[in-house]
């Protein structure tokens, strides 16, 4: 078992490691690339993984465990925040909006293999619509409609749903090049979480530690209702293991930043708590494998 689960990481790890090395001595600026990430890479990722992906009733029980996954760990987070006077606002968003692309999509792949790439996009699809959603709604005042669909992972994530649904084909030149595009997508994003992670700061150490110690907590208690309540196959359920407790998503810092909500605090629970996903990951890992 210990074999297998160094052998599923390492890829993933070494990536991120490359990252920090590239971040700490070339110091490169990586807002430009992580914006083509997510304005090319990523929705090509979503549209060639969700257009060929069989869509049916049998997708309600994933799509209702990924939304369970997001939902609950704010609504435990709510009387938390109340006991311990923590600004709901910041502390709330990295326990539901989890690093569900640049960590999870290689790591499901890695671990179970191409047959769980559709899951895997199904289920950041999920989080990533219900951030720039849910998550623009609860940070900011007006109404986020008119930023959602304007996002290019909105706008590819809506097509491919639509040819899919209808049956339409899809021209395969276009479909092998959008495949061959999301291709760079997963090396991209850990290079980029590596390259975060030359931010870290020893003064906001208590603030990851808590955060990721709340993040298994509130992860746990989303699984467990998973796991009694939704009827999933054995693969997507040793998924849910992981995805209902990854660290946070990156995103959380950028829309805390962007709306003034401790932005420093937030830095300090995404940085840390990725961080310490070298200790989590594996254990997590282990027990999902042992299902």
């Known amino acids: 078992m210990f074999q297998q689960v160094v052998g599923i990481l390492f890829p993933v790890f070494a990536l991120i490691a490359v990252g920090f090395s590239v971040g700490r001595w070339l110091k490169p600026d990586f807002r430009p ?30 799509l209702s465990a990924a939304a369970i996954a997001v939902l609950l760990p704010g609504i435990l987070m ?22 569900s692309g640049n960590l999870a999509i290689p790591l499901f792949t890695y ?36 930023q959602i669909v304007k996002m290019p ?24 090049a959008t495949s061959l595009l999301g291709q760079a997508a997963v090396p991209v994003m850990l ?11 020893l003064s906001g150490i208590k603030v990851g530690i808590l955060c990721t110690l709340q993040s298994l907590a509130t992860g746990a208690a ?19 293991v992981l995805f209902t407790m990854l660290p946070p998503a990156v995103m ?7 709306f003034q909500i401790e932005p420093t605090k937030v830095a300090s629970m995404v940085l840390f708590s990725n961080f310490f996903s070298v200790l ?6 282990g027990f999902a494998l042992s299902l």
């Open 111 to 146: 671990t179970f293999g191409d047959s769980a790439l559709g899951s895997a996009v199904l289920l950041f699809v999920v989080s990533a619509c219900l951030h720039i959603s849910l998550g623009l709604a609860l940070l900011s005042e007006g109404n986020p409609f008119k």
């Open 280 to 285: 989590t990951l594996p254990m997590l890992l």
């Open 222 to 240: 989303a699984f467990m209702v998973i796991y009694l309540f939704i009827p999933l196959p054995p693969m997507q359920l040793q998924m849910m």
């Open 153 to 176: 992972i909105f706008i590819a994530a809506s097509l491919a749903l639509i040819l899919n649904v209808s049956d339409i084909g899809v021209w395969t030149p276009l479909y092998e």
């Open 78 to 99: 709510f009387p938390v925040c109340k006991l311990t006077k923590l600004n709901y606002k910041a502390w709330a968003p990295p326990h539901m909006f989890r690093n």
């Open 33 to 62: 690339i992580n914006r083509i990430n997510m304005d090319a890479f990523t929705p090509a990722l979503v549209f060639s993984s969700l257009v060929a992906m069989p869509l049916d009733t049998e997708q309600v029980p994933l």
């Open 191 to 201: 290079l980029s979480l590596g390259a975060q992670m030359c931010n870290l700061r």
């Open 252 to 258: 959380n810092y950028l829309f805390a930043e962007r």
